[in-house]
């Protein structure tokens, strides 16, 4: 059974700096796209970062310059390292990986989700 589970989440203060961790395990050939996803209970679920198979980077506007997507494809982990944190990045955080059980079959799993809260 394909499972995606994230951990790093936490309580720092604005300005601080929090480094999430997500691994995939399972029947797994390898990985597409890998991305991190946040969402508050008012908000809708919104793009923080991507990073496909080549190393390619996204991030959302409120975002950019302040974290940084990475990614193992080996270990199939994918990290965010989230530098200058605001109160408004306070948010569940989840983790998408676009799995492949054979060279040409994929999906999208999710992960649980990891709070991250930040306070001024």
């Known amino acids: 059974q394909v499972q995606v589970v994230e951990s790093g989440g936490g309580l720092v203060q604005a300005g601080g700096s929090l480094r999430l961790s997500c691994a995939a395990s399972?029947?797994?050939?390898?990985?597409?796209?890998m991305g991190w996803y946040r969402q508050t209970p008012t908000k809708q679920r919104e793009l923080v970062a991507t990073?496909?198979?080549?190393?390619?980077?996204d991030y959302g506007p409120s975002v950019e310059g302040r974290f940084a997507i990475s990614r193992d494809k080996v270990k199939r982990m994918v990290y965010l390292e989230m530098n200058n944190l605001k109160p408004e990045d306070s948010a569940v955080y989840y983790c998408?990986?676009?799995?492949?059980?054979?060279?040409?079959?994929?999906?999208?799993?999710w992960g649980q989700g990891t709070q991250v809260t930040v306070i001024s």
């Open positions: 399972g029947s797994i050939a390898r990985v597409g796209t």
């Open positions: 990073i496909d198979y080549q190393g390619a980077t």
């Open positions: 998408k990986q676009d799995l492949y059980s054979n060279a040409w079959m994929h999906r999208d799993y």
